[in-house]
C-alpha cells in the first residue's frame, strides 16, 4: 500500500520510554523504549548507543509506523539490555528524510523526592463498637521498590494476627505506597501498650511507634472524674408535666464499674436510666444517668442528689441538684411579624418571625402551629436567649418560619406558641395571616394597588355626591 500525501515532511518528536519508578532490576533483560510521533512522511529509522557512544546492534525491536487521526505517524522502538547495566545511561537515535534527532532513555529513573512514613494511633470512636477495638494505621510512601518487608511488633515482640497490609500499590512517578492496619484492643491501649511498625526496603528503612502516653505526651495524666448536674428545660416540664434532672459523669477512661443513682432527700432511691458513652474531646468518656421526678416538687425546690461510683475513684461523688430561685423574674412580650412585601413580591417564599423579649429566666420554648396543628421544628430556626439588658436581667429570643409564597397566598394561618414559666398559663400565642395582616395595614404589591385604586374611587365618588347635593339644592332655592 503507497500512501500519497501533499502535506509538508514533519520531523518526530522523540520521548524516552522507561520502567516506572522502582520496577525491580533484578529482572533480566529490561526493556527500554523511544516513542516517536506526528511525524511525515512515514520513512523512519533507529539506532541505539550506550553512554560511550557504542552502537548497540542487539536486543532491538522496530514497530511498523501507524497513521494517526492528525494525519501524521506514530511508531516505538524497543531496546532489551541486561540487569547489570540497569543503571547506564542509552541514547535512542531516530533517523528520517529531513535529519535526525536523539535522546537520553534512563532505564531506572529515581523516585520523585524522598521517601515517607506515618504511624496513625486508634481513633477512640471505635472503641465504642461492641468489640471494643480499633486500628493503629502505619502508611509508606514513595518507595523506590516494590520489594518491602513490613512487621508489626507490641512491646518489642513481633504480631502475628489482626494486621490488614494493602499494597505495595504504584503511584506512578511517586514510586509505591504501603498501608496497614493492626487491631488492638481498648484494654491493651489503655495499659500504655507499645507498638511499633517496622518497615525495610531498598534504599529505606524505618521504624515508628506509638502508645497512649506517648500520643498526648504531657497530658496524658487524666482529668478527674466528675459529675455535672443539669436541671429540667421548661418544655419538658410544661409538656410532660414531670422534670427530667441529669446527671453527666466525665472524663472516665473506662465506663466498666460505672454505678449512678439518683436519690430524694430522704434517701429514697430513684429509678436512674444510664445512657450510652460518648467520646468527649480528650478522648475520654462520659455518660448521662437521667431520673424523673414529679413537676410539682421540682417547682417547690425539692433536692435531689445524684451519686457516682467508680472503680477510678476513691470515694462515690455526691452531688445535689434543685431550683435555683430566680430574682428580677418578668414574664415575655411576643411580637408576631408577617413576610415583608418586598419578599413576597419575589414569588419565591416567605418568611413569618417570632419576636419574644423582656423576659427571666431565659429558659423558655417557642413552637409554631399552622392551621391549629403544631409544625416540624425543622421548619423553623430558634435563636437562644441573649441578654437584653443586665440591670434588671431580661433576654430577648426570636424564632422564623419559613414557607413557600403559595402557602401563605393561600390563606393558611400561622401561630407563634411560647412558653414561659412567668406567664399568666405559662403558655402564650400570636397568629398572623394573609387577612390579618390586610386588616393590620400589611398588604402585598397587589393588595397595596388594589387599595390604592380603591381610595381614589371612593374620592371621586364622594365629591361626585356632594356635587350633586348641592346642585340640587341650588336648584330648589331657584324654584322657590
Not at 511525524?39 to 548507543?49: G, Q, R, V
Not at 514510586?175 to 529505606?204: A, P
Not at 423574674?329 to 418586598?342: D, G, N, R
Not at 409564597?405 to 393561600?410: D, R, S, T, Y
Request: charged letters at 20%.
Amino acid at each position: 500500500m503507497v500512501t500519497v500525501s501533499s502535506a509538508s515532511p514533519a520531523a518526530p518528536s522523540l520521548f524516552p520510554l522507561y520502567p516506572s519508578c522502582g520496577t525491580d532490576t533484578s529482572q533480566d533483560p529490561i526493556a527500554l523504549g523511544c516513542l516517536a510521533k506526528d511525524f511525515l512522511p512515514e520513512t523512519i529509522d533507529f539506532a541505539w548507543s550506550d553512554n560511550k557512544n557504542d552502537s548497540i546492534a542487539n536486543g532491538i525491536k522496530k514497530f511498523t509506523p501507524i497513521l494517526n487521526t492528525a494525519g501524521t505517524y506514530i511508531t516505538t522502538t524497543q531496546l532489551s539490555v541486561p540487569a547489570s547495566k540497569s543503571h547506564e545511561i542509552f541514547y535512542c537515535t531516530a533517523t528520517y528524510p529531513t535529519g535526525k534527532g536523539t535522546i537520553k532513555v534512563p532505564p531506572t529513573p529515581p523516585c520523585s523526592g524522598e521517601s515517607s512514613m506515618t504511624i496513625r494511633p486508634p481513633a477512640r470512636d471505635q472503641f465504642l463498637e461492641p468489640n471494643k477495638t480499633s486500628t493503629i494505621i502505619c502508611s509508606v510512601k514513595k518507595l523506590c521498590s516494590q520489594t518491602v518487608t513490613l512487621k508489626w511488633l507490641k512491646e518489642g515482640v513481633e504480631v502475628s494476627s489482626g494486621i490488614h497490609t494493602v499494597g505495595p500499590v504504584s503511584s506512578g512517578p511517586n514510586g509505591y505506597t504501603l498501608l496497614s492496619e493492626l487491631t488492638v484492643s481498648e484494654t491493651d491501649w489503655d495499659n500504655d501498650r507499645v507498638y511499633s511498625c517496622k518497615v525495610e526496603s531498598k534504599n529505606f528503612s524505618d521504624i515508628r511507634n506509638t502508645s497512649k502516653s506517648f500520643e498526648c505526651g504531657s497530658d496524658c495524666s487524666s482529668p478527674e472524674i466528675g459529675a455535672l448536674l443539669i436541671p429540667p428545660n421548661f418544655a419538658d416540664i410544661y409538656i410532660r408535666k414531670s422534670a427530667i434532672l441529669t446527671c453527666r459523669v466525665i472524663n472516665m477512661q473506662s465506663t466498666e464499674g460505672l454505678n449512678v443513682i439518683w436519690t430524694k432527700e430522704d434517701g429514697k432511691e430513684l429509678k436512674t436510666s444510664i445512657g450510652d458513652r460518648k467520646v468527649q474531646s480528650n478522648g475520654l468518656f462520659s455518660v448521662d444517668a437521667t431520673t424523673s421526678v414529679c413537676a410539682d416538687e421540682w417547682e417547690r425546690g425539692d433536692k435531689y442528689t445524684c451519686k457516682v461510683a467508680h472503680p477510678e475513684l476513691i470515694f462515690p461523688l455526691k452531688n445535689t441538684l434543685t431550683k435555683e430561685p430566680v430574682t428580677n423574674s418578668h414574664a415575655p412580650s411576643v411580637y408576631i411579624f408577617p413576610p415583608p412585601s418586598e419578599q413576597l413580591a419575589l414569588r419565591e417564599a416567605a418568611t413569618v418571625t417570632c419576636l419574644v423579649k423582656g423576659f427571666n429566666p431565659p429558659d423558655l420554648f417557642i413552637k409554631w402551629l399552622s392551621n391549629g396543628e403544631e409544625l416540624n421544628a425543622s421548619k423553623y430556626i430558634n435563636t437562644e436567649p441573649i441578654l437584653e439588658s443586665s440591670q434588671p436581667p431580661l433576654y430577648f429570643a426570636y424564632s422564623t418560619l419559613n414557607i413557600n409564597e403559595q402557602e401563605w397566598n393561600a390563606g393558611n394561618t400561622y401561630t407563634c406558641l411560647v412558653g414561659h414559666e412567668k406567664l399568666p398559663l405559662q403558655v402564650t400565642q400570636r397568629t398572623v395571616d394573609k387577612s390579618t395582616v390586610y386588616l393590620d395595614g400589611f398588604v402585598d404589591a397587589e393588595e397595596e394597588d388594589f387599595y390604592n385604586l380603591w381610595t381614589t374611587a371612593s374620592t371621586f365618588i364622594i365629591l361626585f355626591l356632594l356635587s350633586l347635593f348641592y346642585s340640587t339644592t341650588v336648584t330648589l332655592i331657584k324654584v322657590k
